[in-house]
């Protein structure tokens, strides 16, 4: 089963890191999700090392060797080249014995593949051969030209791997019963050992991070380990063929002849590169050594924190120590003994064509994404393809979407923000007006109950008010002077004038009396109601500030009406200051609306909210003798005039009341429409009596 890639969609964050890094138009974006395409994938594992939030994974045979360790199975460890420069804790003989410890029966160095195959391309460069070669033992490159440029592979040097090579002498050592596994830091190992030219070889392949998690999960620490010298036959200079231009190094003196007529190069763009440069007949070499990687040791299972140089320092410092302890000649002769071993195979096509777009089709999907050439163009890269052209070609193909284009969304997405953004100011005023009109038509509603009420309640308590009054003015003149009782009936006809007082209070309430308006200037009516109000004993250590708009426009209002709410107002600024304090007055014009604005401040102790919410209400009062219907009396008074009374404070600095009234040319049919329900309302209340 061939090796599966993965993204992790809670992980993934769409930036394309991936796209822009395939070399094989491997990755399709569909609704919204990326996907690995395993027929064109070349497992490089270029997306999985460069993933910056680690979002792609894959599926092995880790499972699988797990099953082999726990059932007792012999089983051998075959280390890839690289493996001194990426499992470095510790010494390599340390790293033998960690492995026996977890269940390997053998360790083996796999570098002894390279050493067959080396002498093997020697033998082949040596024959008269009319064509450039390309090393075929690095998997990724060839299942790119497998795949994608299929006209290259009989330039590919029809030899195994040196991984197949290292399985083959280890099964013909160790027997059919014995397991085989590879550890390695490529991926395309992986899918390399199931191709059924090379099928048996190798059983397993896993990556050094997984061998890493075999050792943790059985607690065993490398650095606590006695050194135990590795199995099988030893390698000598193949141990360098993780490093570029290794394995044409491990071929020897072949090359002093030859050495004009070698290419060497490593990496994704640059391999590339050459074999398209190949393809159009630029390069002439008699052998490329080729590899997809910047040599094994940057391949996608290495620890990236230990530079490539650093690596090859590593590699190089172990490769020079084993062969001091080593003989040329006995290589040799172990080699001889395996000389029956196959080392040759087949390459086929398995090319994966992508359907090319017609150049109309191309050009409507720029338009789409408004990025037509040679002017909107961006070729940004975001999308992680080159250009603007190469997406929309990929659009076409069904790799990519268009909405994998940054610019083209936030383009969309200015445009679905300004569209929500006048959506939600629409629904903000809707609903300010909703919340107003429910407030109004409960208040509404609210009013018209307590009106009946204290229409009822004033017209019966009215007669015994009278009553007493009466007779105490009777009492009282028949009491001569000095009579210590005259006090106590003065003190009863003065209670009974203030329950007069309110009981007025509940029939102007009640009644709502209709408005008898006309053209009134406000700074007059202020001017009138401040002369009343300034000479009262509450008003001496009140300090008055006037500031009136000179230019104020007419309205068309009740001017006795108005004048009862502004005292009503200024009255209880002056009783919230308790006669000490400053008063300011001013009127202005809303430019805006063209309302004229009417703003009483004080700087009292200021309104607490429990009190905010109910100062309009009827009845309610916090003064030891209020009857709490002035402020009510004039909120209904001021709606009436089609006008809003609006309320700031804060405590500890006072309270704004701010009263807007329209003008004359906007009120006029207002307020008689405002008379006409009242008519109607105060009608329905005599019928209900």
């Known amino acids: 089963m061939a090796t599966r890639i993965e993204f992790i969609t809670d992980k993934c964050r769409l930036c394309y890191s ?45 499972d699988a060797v797990r099953a082999f360790l726990a059932s007792g199975q012999p089983t051998l460890a075959l280390l890839d080249p690289t493996f001194p420069a990426v499992l470095d804790v510790g010494t390599p003989r340390q790293l033998a014995s960690a492995l026996k410890r977890i269940g390997f029966a053998e360790v083996w160095e796999g570098a002894i593949g390279v050493e067959l195959v080396s002498r093997a391309y020697t033998r082949l460069l040596k024959q008269n051969i009319n064509r450039p070669l390309i090393a075929s033992f690095c998997p990724a490159l060839a299942f790119y030209i497998q795949k994608h440029l299929p006209r290259l ?55 050094h991070y997984e061998v890493k998690d075999l050792l943790d999960a059985a607690r065993v620490n490398r650095l606590e380990q006695d050194e135990t010298e590795f199995d099988g036959p030893r390698p000598y200079l193949g141990r360098m063929l993780p490093v570029v231009g290794g394995l044409y190094r491990s071929m020897g003196e072949i090359f002093d002849s030859l050495m004009d007529e070698v290419s060497v190069t490593g990496g994704r763009r640059r391999a590339i590169r050459a074999l398209d440069q190949l393809v159009h007949g630029y390069i002439e070499a008699k052998f490329l050594d080729i590899v997809f990687c910047e040599g094994c040791l940057e391949g996608p299972f290495v620890d990236p924190e230990i530079s490539v140089l650093g690596r090859r320092q590593i590699l ?160 009282l003149k028949q009491l001569p002077e000095g009579d210590p009782r005259r006090e106590d009936l003065q003190t009863i006809i003065a209670e009974t004038n203030r329950a007069k007082e309110i009981v007025q209070g509940l029939l102007s309430f009640a009644r709502e009396n209709k408005l008898q308006p006309g053209p009134t200037q406000i700074n007059t009516v202020l001017e009138d109601v401040l002369g009343l109000v300034i000479n009262q004993p509450l008003f001496h250590n009140i300090k008055v500030d006037k500031e009136f708009q000179p230019d104020l426009p007419t309205i068309f209002a009740d001017e006795m009406q108005l004048k009862q709410v502004f005292f009503n107002i200024i009255l209880n600024a002056a009783q919230a200051m308790e006669g000490h304090g400053e008063l300011s007055v001013r009127t202005a014009v809303d430019p805006g609306r063209q309302d004229v604005l009417v703003r009483i401040a004080d700087n009292g102790p200021g309104i607490p909210p429990e009190v905010m919410k ?34 700031e404070t804060e405590i500890g600095k006072g309270s704004v009341f701010t009263v807007r009234l329209p003008t004359a040319a906007n009120a006029a049919g207002a307020v008689s429409e405002t008379n006409g329900k009242n008519a109607a309302r105060a009608k329905n209340t005599h019928k209900g009596k």
């Open 614 to 647: 109910k100062i309009f209400d009827p009845f309610f009062t916090t003064k030891e003798k209020g009857t709490g219907l002035g402020l009510s009396i004039s909120y209904g008074i001021v709606e009436r005039h089609q006008g809003k009374i609006e309320v």
């Open 18 to 62: 991936c796209v822009q890094i395939c070399p094989a138009k491997a990755i399709k974006m569909e609704k919204g999700r990326l996907y690995s395409l395993g027929e064109r994938c070349i497992r490089c594992g270029s997306c999985i090392k460069e993933c910056p939030q680690k979002a792609i994974h894959f599926v092995s045979g880790l």
């Open 316 to 475: 190089a410092r172990y490769t020079k120590r084993e062969m001091r302890r080593q003989q040329p000649a006995d290589l040799e002769r172990e080699l001889a003994s395996y000389k029956e071993i196959p080392l040759g195979r087949k390459f086929h096509p398995m090319v994966q064509n992508l359907a090319v777009p017609k150049e109309e089709e191309i050009q409507k999907i720029l338009q789409r994404m408004d990025k037509t050439y040679p002017d909107r163009n961006l070729d940004c890269r975001s999308c992680g393809y080159p250009t603007c052209r190469a997406k929309a070609v990929a659009v076409a193909q069904g790799l990519a979407e268009i909405e994998m284009c940054l610019p083209h969304l936030l383009d969309q997405s200015k445009e679905i923000y300004h569209r929500l953004e006048k959506s939600h100011q629409a629904l903000q005023l809707s609903h300010q007006e909703l919340e107003q009109a429910q407030s109004q038509l409960i208040r509404t509603e609210k009013m018209a109950s307590l009106g009946q009420l204290a229409a009822g309640i004033a017209h019966e308590i009215n007669n015994p008010l009278g009553s007493i009054t009466i007779f105490s003015h009777l009492l």
């Open 153 to 207: 592979i009989p330039h590919l040097a029809p030899l195994v791997s040196p991984m197949i090579a290292a399985g083959r002498v280890a099964r013909k050592l160790k027997g059919a019963d014995w397991k085989i596994v590879y550890v390695t830091s490529c991926l395309a190992q992986m899918d390399e050992r199931l191709q059924p030219e090379v099928a048996g070889a190798i059983d397993q392949v896993v990556n």
